[in-house]
């Protein structure tokens, strides 16, 4: 229900099937952005909807997941400003719903693209605090977190960030690439040393991952 702020779990989050089926609509459209016209884009969203309306009794989660579409819609056509609007007024009426959890990964990464790196710092800590993480928005919120303290350049501080999250997903592919990150981040500030240690640890543990052959190639070149 709207102003909920309890956290969800993985499986309400991954339960909340128009949620997934959106963003791999809208992912879909912005890979083939040529050959979708605005008209057509929005129809596929609608009709999206209209399945998701059929089988779904939760009326918060529907307009949550519909006012989702929107931000997502007004993203992609550019209006930055409206898509902030929307998107601060999903995180706001629907917390702790799953849509919500997409929206605040999306509302800080508009304000990351804005310049307003406090304000995307805040709502992606938002998500972390506040929602059961999802791997690719646990991810994506992580990321988004060292990239602002990269921009207000605190690359050390960005370097041990993406460490920390890398211990984290110990086992996982992400921790590859926290340690990737936090590696380029190291030869920013020319510690060379720890950027070595780090890439040899990926071309280790993550040997049969194209990572690794990433990870060799930036060594082959310090």
């Given amino acids: 229900m709207a102003g909920e702020s309890q956290k969800l779990s993985k499986e309400e989050l991954r339960e909340d099937e128009f949620v997934e089926w959106i963003m791999k609509a809208v ?21 999206v909807a209209i399945n998701y309306f059929i089988d779904s009794r939760e009326t918060a989660k529907v307009e949550a997941a519909t006012l989702l579409g929107d931000v997502l819609m007004a993203e992609q ?5 409206e898509a902030i609007r929307l998107a601060e007024q999903l995180v706001s009426s629907y917390s702790g719903a799953p849509a919500a959890a997409h929206g605040i990964v999306i509302l800080a990464n508009l304000h990351y693209a804005q310049g307003r790196f406090a304000e995307a710092k805040s709502y992606y800590r938002n998500y972390l605090d506040n929602y059961e993480p999802v791997d690719v928005l646990a991810y994506a919120a992580q990321s988004g977190l060292g990239s602002c303290l990269e921009a207000e350049g605190q690359l050390i501080e960005a370097g041990k960030h993406y460490e920390a999250y890398a211990a984290q997903e110990a086992g996982t592919i992400r921790q590859g690439m926290a340690q990737m990150e936090a590696a380029r981040v190291y030869g920013l500030v020319g510690d060379l040393n720890r950027q070595r240690e780090l890439l040899e640890s990926i071309t280790r543990e993550f040997s049969q991952y194209p990572i690794a052959a990433q990870a060799r190639l930036t060594m082959d070149m310090l």
């Fill in 27 to 47: 992912a879909y459209v912005k890979a083939r952005t040529q050959l979708f016209a605005g008209g057509v884009v929005g129809l596929l969203v609608a009709i």
């Fill in 77 to 81: 056509g550019g209006q930055t400003t």
